[in-house]
């Protein structure tokens, strides 16, 4: 704790001051140097404007009188080019009349000093822009701080917590994005809806910890799977995962469904209660389309939920498109399904 009276110290300033008379200049430079302050002198008007771009001062001292424009013209000028911005200013000047003073603050002025000043009020005035200073330069650091926790939140709040995928509220936001890209440039756009079979049964029989890991393995599993930076997995809830594939026709995204089941497959993650494996496996509902106008997120959601149904039905571990009237299980050659023809 610092004792009574005992002054805190303060950054120094970088100071433009404008004069047009080479003595005062003078004399102001070395009390602005014996305190410590970096100083730029301008002898005009233009010049003022010249180094106040080129060296953006913490403080303008300005005077009023100067050949050509005056220091009221500057202090406007000085306003105008900082949108939002604000760099104190002080008038000195030898004009001593109230109405200058007006004139000076609605050109733009923060405070006026009458010549010749005096040293102890020059830096008294001086020490209270400094506090001034410091206070904004702390505003400026808090609204930093602020903007980073307010992107980190809504990075949390686009994110699922346990699978560290995008949670149903960034893949809302992100299949918007993608459906009014592809209407744009004309892509396909294909979306799965899929889901673990028999989970309820895994969580029952293994506990809710190893269901948590299930997902989490699963989560990873979909991430290295989309290998396009635009592919997005997301969690979409419960045991349900959904994928975004932009520029992608119903070709690939069977060649997605089928690499899928594969790599399930070899991963074989034990499932001690699937009456259709002893791995655990998913089931999926594809929708792919070039959208139009009429689509719409809502749109393509039910198509490809009434997909994963259909694959429900199915059987389970296999996906299903309306599209392509086709089953990811006839590929695999197991039999259980009268072949179906690309629609
Ligand atoms: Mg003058």
Redesign the pocket.
């Known amino acids: 704790m610092l004792p009574p009276n005992t002054p805190i110290a303060l950054p120094p300033l970088r100071i433009l001051l404008v ?3 080479e003595a ?1 200049r003078q004399v102001l430079v070395a009390q602005l140097h014996a305190a410590g302050h970096a100083v730029e002198q301008a002898d005009s008007a233009e010049s003022a404007l010249t180094l106040f771009r080129q060296h953006a001062p913490d403080l303008v001292l300005l ?4 050949p050509g424009h005056d220091g009221y013209w500057v202090a406007s000028q000085l306003r105008a080019s900082e949108a939002g911005g604000w760099t104190p200013i002080i008038f000195l000047s030898s004009l001593d009349q109230d109405h200058n003073l007006w004139q000076a603050i609605e050109s733009g002025g923060d405070d006026y000093l009458v010549k010749p000043v005096s040293g102890t009020v020059l830096q008294a005035k001086l020490r209270a822009m400094q506090r001034l200073r410091r206070m904004q330069n702390r505003l400026i650091e808090l609204s930093d701080e602020l903007r980073v926790a307010n992107e980190q939140l809504t990075r949390i709040s686009h994110e699922d917590a346990l699978t560290g995928l995008p949670n149903r509220r960034g893949f809302d936001l992100r299949l918007q994005q993608e459906i009014l890209s592809a209407q744009r440039d004309q892509t396909p756009l294909t979306l799965v809806l899929c889901d673990i079979d028999f989970f309820k049964g895994y969580n029952d029989t293994l506990g809710h910890v190893e269901g948590d890991a299930c997902l989490q393995q699963l989560g990873q599993l979909l991430r290295s799977l989309c290998r396009r930076p635009r592919d997005y997995p997301a969690r979409y809830g419960g045991e349900e995962f959904a994928l975004i594939l932009p520029g992608t026709p119903r070709s690939g995204a069977m060649t997605f469904a089928r690499a899928l089941l594969r790599t399930l497959e070899l991963k074989a993650i034990p499932h001690p209660c699937s009456s259709i494996a002893k791995h655990l496996t998913l089931s999926g509902g594809i929708t792919t389309c070039v959208p139009d106008k009429t689509s719409s997120a809502e749109g393509l959601l039910r198509r490809a939920d009434e997909a994963l149904y259909a694959a429900k039905s199915r059987g389970r571990n296999c996906f299903f498109s309306f599209e392509m009237q086709m089953d990811t299980r006839e590929q695999r050659g197991n039999g259980r399904l009268p072949p179906a023809s690309l629609a």
């Open positions: 004069d047009d008379q005062t005077d009023v009188e100067m």
